[in-house]
């Protein structure tokens, strides 16, 4: 439990540091008091368990692979985290420790065991049914151990127990990238006595039973590709074109990005059905229409910028360029102090795993420990030379601040050079300029007549 006690702040933290936003979506469902088995999708490895951790108040206690804790410093962080470890024929198979079939039998047998004492004490588990962890917009084909756990931890009280299941749905909209966005979105629970009589008898049609309802509760709290290419195509309209397809989206709350990512995927499906021409399309000129951009070192928001009246134009160039001289002095102060421990973690992400799925525990992990380092360097290498606690307070004090804003800057300063270059593309070429609206323009066009398309077959389906 030293995780609950020392570790759950410092990780709530650096979760917040991490993510731009951290969303739960009707969070008082992830608060739902135990006995409560949460079942999740895995896209991230060991980020899940952490997002949910540090957003429900009670102790969660974690199932996972057997093979993180054949480490002796992973076992110890594991188990500091409240994780139970679960065999898989796989792993036992292929890896250090091999087991017999029957000790493996054995093994899960004891660890379900584990998992009824734990309702008993009306505590909560968090297991992942994929059984593995793949960075995509996926959800794998579920595994009956979660309900096979539920079902028998109830059996075991005759059906008395009043466990639940509470399906949750982790959303990550760009996973390895450091300051982008979760979103949480927990599903109502399924009452576990309610497939009471159906264990009574088959209690494997009760698991696959209850394993489908699992399922069906989770797609509906994700956003679901099939293959990379429709991942692509619908990550393209969603970065490019999201605010034009969906104008009344609130900035406060990742729910409508979650809405119009669904949206969009579903919309792909129905058209490859219905008006497959129209998708292809769509595909070949965004893909042509980015791809210019990328040549010439624009983003879509610059070349927009850019049609402003000259006037309008000319007075925001001013406005920001203004912000950035000023601004530059305290970026420079940030960048400094905080350059080295800002970069160090995704050095040593990169060079630790080839897994996406990897990359952003570790990052965060490593990050932890840089900044904490560095801060605490750098602070007393300050009072050694000034000899004065107030300015080693107030240096201190400044370092989290400015290193905030020396991103915010950087970020500033990577717009202004795209608009910049649209401006000038403006100047000098204005064929290609006029080209590159007209392609943009069609596609908006296209993209708005499949809205249209789309909305309208989906209300004529409820009526």
Not at 306 to 329: E, N
Request: a positive charge; aromatic letters at 10%; hydrophobic letters at 40%.
């Amino acid at each position: 439990m030293l995780f609950y006690t020392v570790m759950k702040p410092l990780v709530q933290v650096a979760l917040r540091v991490f993510f731009r936003q951290l969303e739960v979506r009707n969070p008082k469902r992830l608060q739902v008091p135990g006995p409560l088995l949460i079942v999740g999708n895995h896209p991230n490895t060991l980020m899940d368990p952490l997002v949910v951790a540090v957003n429900r108040r009670d102790p969660i206690a974690f199932l996972a692979k057997s093979t993180f804790f054949q480490n002796p410093i992973l076992k110890a962080i594991m188990e500091s985290g409240n994780s139970i470890p679960i065999y898989r024929r796989q792993d036992v198979e292929t890896g250090a420790e091999k087991l017999t079939p029957e000790q493996l039998a054995a093994q899960n047998e004891a660890i379900f065991g584990r998992c009824y004492d734990y309702f008993d004490r009306r505590g909560t588990i968090m297991i992942f049914p994929e059984g593995t962890s793949v960075q995509e917009r996926r959800l794998r084909p579920l595994k009956t151990g979660a309900a096979r756990i539920a079902l028998g931890a109830e059996a075991r009280r005759n059906f008395q127990m009043g466990l639940q299941i509470l399906p949750l749905g982790i959303n990550y909209f760009d996973p390895q990238r450091f300051r982008s966005d979760a979103f949480l979105n927990p599903g109502p629970t399924i009452r576990v006595a309610d497939y009471a009589d159906l264990y009574r008898q088959d209690p494997e049609a009760a698991a696959d039973a209850l394993t489908e309802e699992i399922r069906q509760r989770l797609e509906v709290r994700l956003v679901i590709t099939r293959d990379a290419a429709e991942d692509e195509l619908s990550q393209q309209v969603e970065r490019t074109f999201g605010s034009h397809l969906n104008p009344d989206d609130d900035p406060t709350t990742l729910y409508d990005n979650f809405q119009l990512s669904r949206t969009v995927q579903q919309g792909i499906l129905y058209f490859e059905q219905h008006a497959p021409a129209r998708l292809a399309e769509v595909r070949e000129q965004l893909s042509a229409y980015l791809s210019e951009l990328r040549q010439l070192g624009l983003t879509d928001e610059a070349l927009e910028s850019g049609r402003q009246r000259p006037g309008t134009r000319l007075s925001r160039a001013a406005k920001a360029t203004l912000r950035l001289v000023l601004g530059f002095p305290v970026y420079l102060y940030g960048a400094i102090n905080n350059y080295l421990p800002y970069k160090l973690p995704s050095m040593v992400a990169r060079r630790a795993t080839k897994d996406a799925e990897f990359v952003a525990p570790i990052m965060l992990v490593t990050g932890m420990l840089t900044f904490s380092l560095a801060y605490v360097l750098q602070t007393m290498l300050v009072h050694h030379f000034t000899q004065d606690w107030r300015w080693t307070t107030l240096y201190a004090l400044s370092l989290a601040p400015t290193g905030f804003y020396a991103l915010s800057y950087w970020n500033n300063l990577e717009t202004r050079v795209h608009r910049l270059r649209a401006l000038r593309l403006f100047r000098r070429e204005p064929a290609r300029t006029a080209g590159l609206l007209r392609q943009r323009g069609h596609i908006l066009q296209l993209l708005g007549e499949a809205r249209a398309a789309y909305l309208a077959a989906r209300t004529a389906q409820r009526a």
